[in-house]
Structure formats: structure tokens, C-alpha cells
């Protein structure tokens, strides 16, 4: 068990451009989440998958906002058109699907877009 | 509607010290549950403990130990004999729904606690 792994652990982007990022979750967890977080704030719930299945986006989730996880085991989150109010750290969790079972949680990417 | 309200946005205190971060939460679901989480500067959420509606029996791991009182809405964290490992940021959480469900976690704003030498 190695943990929850994402990368990179930073991006630096330029507004306008598109980065992607990937997440590796904990090799037997079928769920897998995206959130994000910015400074002084909880994590805010983005999309969550069941093995490869997408199951619900958030309505927050814009247009430039897709997530993919192919195979049911890595997944990856893409931001096209980035914009400033992007700029946040993208946190990966997974856990066992069994309801309101423990979050791993990776240690994120920070995003910066100028 | 649901809420976690965290009143203190940050603690400082001496190592050695025992230190309380509140959690208030509101829901009118019968069936929820509590989560506390601990970020350290390192970023990585790591978790604590998880509590359902039903069971209010207090537990204590270690120096850490959680008061859940349905009376008052509350689901207190106290860590006792602080370490200055244990600086972090320390996020309560709730769940609602009898099969609960980790995308409707609804964070507080979390507590930024600093164990200092």
C-alpha cells in the first residue's frame, strides 16, 4: 500500500493554456475523487468515479473541467482554458465503496495560473 | 439545510499543553455521520476518525480522544500533551444519508492549530 499518488505536485501555468493531472489511487479502492481546495477552505467535492464509471460531476464542475479514469485505476483531471480562478490545489481521494468509508486523500497539485 | 461550523480559525499553544478544537454541526437527517480530518503542511488530508449518529460513546486514541454530544450538536476533538507535530490544520466533516455517501461531505473551515516549542 502506497498511498494515494498524484502529479505533479505543482503547475505553473499561463491563462488560456489546458494542464492535466493524474492520480493514482490505492491499488484495491474502486472509488476515486477529485476536490478541490483553496486556501482557508474545506475541500469542495468536483466529480467521483466507481471503477471506471463517472458518477456525478458537481454543478460547479464548468464546461473546461473533464475527468477520466479508463481502466478503473488511475484517473486523470484535465482544465482547458485555464483561468486565474483556477489557481487551487486538485486533491485526489480514494476509498472502498462501502458509503461514508474513510477518504485517502493524496497530497494534491498545486495549481497557479497567471 | 447542512452545515459544519469550526468557531476557532486558529489555536496556539505550548507543546505539553491540552488543546480542544470544537465542531458544531447541523443537519436534520437522523442518519449521519462525522469525520475529522488532519492536514498537515505537507498538504496530505490524513484521517481520524469517523462517527456515525448512532453510536455517541466517546473515544480515545492515544492522546486524542472525541466528544460526540447529539444534545449539542457538537463533536469535539481534544488532543492532550500536544507535540509540535501535532501543528496542522484540522478539518470536521459531516456526512448525511443512512448509506452516506463521501462526495456529500459537507468541511468545516478548519482549525489551524500551532504546537509550539
Known amino acids: 500500500d502506497t498511498g494515494v499518488s498524484q502529479n505533479p505536485r505543482h503547475k505553473i501555468t499561463k491563462r488560456g493554456q489546458n494542464v492535466t493531472f493524474r492520480c493514482d489511487p490505492i491499488?484495491?479502492?474502486?472509488?476515486l475523487y477529485w476536490y478541490r481546495q483553496t486556501l482557508g477552505q474545506g475541500p469542495e467535492f468536483l466529480t467521483y468515479?466507481?471503477?471506471?464509471?463517472?458518477?456525478?460531476k458537481s454543478r460547479l464542475l464548468s464546461d473546461r473541467f473533464s475527468a477520466e479514469r479508463p481502466k478503473g485505476s488511475f484517473s486523470t483531471l484535465e482544465i482547458q482554458r485555464t483561468e486565474q480562478g483556477d489557481s487551487a490545489m486538485y486533491l485526489c481521494?480514494?476509498?472502498?465503496?462501502?458509503?461514508?468509508?474513510?477518504?485517502?486523500f493524496g497530497s494534491g497539485t498545486q495549481l497557479s495560473v497567471l | 439545510a447542512q452545515k459544519v461550523t469550526q468557531a476557532q480559525t486558529e489555536i496556539s499553544v505550548v507543546e505539553k499543553e491540552d488543546v480542544t478544537l470544537d465542531c458544531v454541526y447541523e443537519?436534520?437527517?437522523?442518519?449521519?455521520?462525522l469525520f475529522w480530518y488532519k492536514q498537515p503542511p505537507s498538504g496530505e488530508l490524513v484521517f481520524l476518525i469517523r462517527?456515525?449518529?448512532?453510536d455517541e460513546q466517546n473515544e480515545i486514541s492515544g492522546r486524542y480522544s472525541w466528544n460526540f454530544q447529539k444534545s449539542t450538536s457538537s463533536f469535539n476533538f481534544t488532543i492532550t500533551a500536544s507535540q509540535v507535530v501535532d501543528s496542522a490544520v484540522y478539518f470536521c466533516?459531516?456526512?448525511?444519508?443512512?448509506?452516506?455517501?463521501?462526495?456529500?461531505?459537507?468541511w468545516g473551515l478548519g482549525t489551524s492549530l500551532a504546537v509550539n516549542p
Open positions: 481521494a480514494s476509498s472502498l465503496s462501502q458509503g461514508s468509508e474513510k477518504l485517502f
Open positions: 491499488s484495491e479502492h474502486n472509488r
Open positions: 468515479f466507481q471503477n471506471e464509471a463517472q458518477l456525478e
Open positions: 443537519t436534520r437527517d437522523t442518519t449521519y455521520y
Open positions: 462517527r456515525n449518529s448512532f
Open positions: 466533516a459531516l456526512s448525511v444519508g443512512s448509506a452516506g455517501n463521501n462526495r456529500k461531505l459537507i
